[in-house]
């Protein structure tokens, strides 16, 4: 007879149903936001989110990790492991003159991992995949009674639900696939004000490009033992490069009013179906030493060739991306009596320079992060908590810096399912 874990069933079941839309509103308060498919989401989870975003070479029969699906393998027979992840920040966007600073808290990403047999392993769950949320606005006055305003603003973002796939080759090497579904909307309002003593005019467009298509990932990795103290896991990842089928919807109007006589004009209202962005291909490379279950440190490399991504309507060039990424986590005794000896301590660090350039200067972002694994004992639950300072841009050049104080809390379950009962 099989016996299932019930109340940890039914706190799954529970936690999906309140999550799925939540994920998908997921938001950002970059200006940067503005340009291309947004901001691009990280693709690691919550312990590996303390240790800079280090993921490509992590494997862990305690954790999902979706950055390089062929991981999973290394879940235990009758494991199932849900992870769930909060996070609330505290933004700060200044330019040479001017600051502000917002805040917000959202539920990001939702994995589940678990063992189809031994040499097989498999997961799935709801990230985000790009974020755009953003409003600037821009004024001149010309002369003493004529004023311009122009604002601009965008919301909306791109989602991945993703099924991940792993299998053993061989006893020490895996391969895997995350077969993905993008999907989304993003939505941008840009709008002139012309204002002049009693007569003013407003343009006001509106555009909203909603993307969906299928996307696939893939990585493989070699573990091994160097000695009786040292093992090593190499792991690479490989994007492919993905046309995303768009439909597009523009609608813009003008208000004049002329000497208090208001008129209202249609400008554009059109809709197709028959388009499409290009999403570049990536590759990924990371390596990971291990000294018993002490200590974990590594580093990855991403390379992602934006080059290649095409926008609706916009000649705007992007850069390729590079991000360097190390990491690390230290256990005193994971077997100790004592609890505080069983805490994972958790640093990073990263480099990024992004997608965006203006003029000659590429935005670049870099960030810090430290955190701690806490497990719950008789329970197989470990809390995550994370926190992470970074940076993006520069106020040179009439650009804007942001800085970002994050806090990361991290839910990772793991119950053992399908466990046979014996009668003696």
């Known amino acids: 007879m099989l016996k299932i874990n019930k109340y940890f069933l039914i706190a799954f079941v529970l936690i999906i149903s309140i999550i799925g839309e939540t994920i998908a509103q997921n938001s950002t308060s970059s200006p940067y936001s503005r340009y291309g498919i ?3 989401s990280s693709k690691s989870f ?11 070479a992590m494997r862990s029969s305690l954790y999902v990790n979706p950055s390089n699906p062929a ?16 996070q609330n920040s505290v933004n700060k966007f200044s330019t040479s003159s001017l600051s502000h600073s917002s805040s917000d808290a959202n ?39 004529v004023e311009i305003r122009n604002t601009y603003e965008g919301s909306g973002g791109l989602n991945q639900f993703y099924f991940a796939n792993s299998v053993k080759l061989f006893n020490k090497l895996s391969i895997g696939a ?6 989304g909307s993003i939505d941008r309002l840009s709008q002139t004000a012309l204002n002049e003593g009693l007569n003013y005019s407003v343009i006001t467009a509106r555009d909203r490009v909603t993307l969906r298509d299928m996307y696939i990932n893939m990585g493989i990795q070699y573990h091994g033992k160097i000695n009786k103290k040292y093992s090593f896991v190499i792991g690479a990842t490989y994007d492919n490069k993905t046309d995303l089928k768009a439909r597009v919807s523009k609608f813009a109007t003008n208000i004049m009013s002329v000497n208090s006589t208001l008129f209202l004009d249609t400008i554009v209202d059109t809709y197709s179906e028959n388009n499409s962005i290009t999403l570049p291909s990536s590759m990924g490379l990371g390596f990971v030493l291990k000294n018993n279950n002490k200590l974990t440190a590594g580093f990855d490399y991403i390379n992602t060739n934006w080059s290649d991504l095409k926008m609706l309507d916009s000649d705007r060039k992007f850069e390729n991306l590079n991000s360097y990424i190390v990491g690390l986590e230290y256990i005193p005794n994971h077997i100790s009596n004592k609890y505080f000896n069983t805490v994972r301590y958790r ?29 719950i004992k008789k329970s197989g639950a470990i809390v995550n908590l994370g926190f992470e300072y970074k940076q993006k841009g520069t106020v040179e050049n009439n650009l804007i810096k942001e800085e970002y104080f994050i806090f990361h809390f991290n839910l990772s379950l793991h119950s053992i399912w399908f466990v046979k009962r014996k009668f003696y």
């Open 38 to 40: 947004g901001e691009i």
């Open 46 to 56: 919550g312990r590996d989110k303390a240790m800079g975003g280090l993921s490509i």
């Open 107 to 145: 539920i990001k990403y939702m994995g589940v991992g678990f063992p189809v047999t031994k040499w097989w392993g498999a997961g799935f769950g709801l990230k985000p995949f790009s974020s755009v949320g953003y409003k600037v606005i821009e004024t001149q006055n010309i002369g003493d009674d």
């Open 347 to 375: 640093f990073g660090a990263y480099f990024t320079n992004t997608y965006l350039k203006f003029d000659s200067e590429q935005i670049n972002e870099y960030g810090v992060s430290c955190g701690f694994g806490l497990p």
């Open 178 to 183: 995350n077969f993905s579904y993008i999907f």
């Open 71 to 86: 991981s999973l393998s290394a879940i235990k027979p009758n494991s199932f492991i849900f992870e769930l992840s909060i």
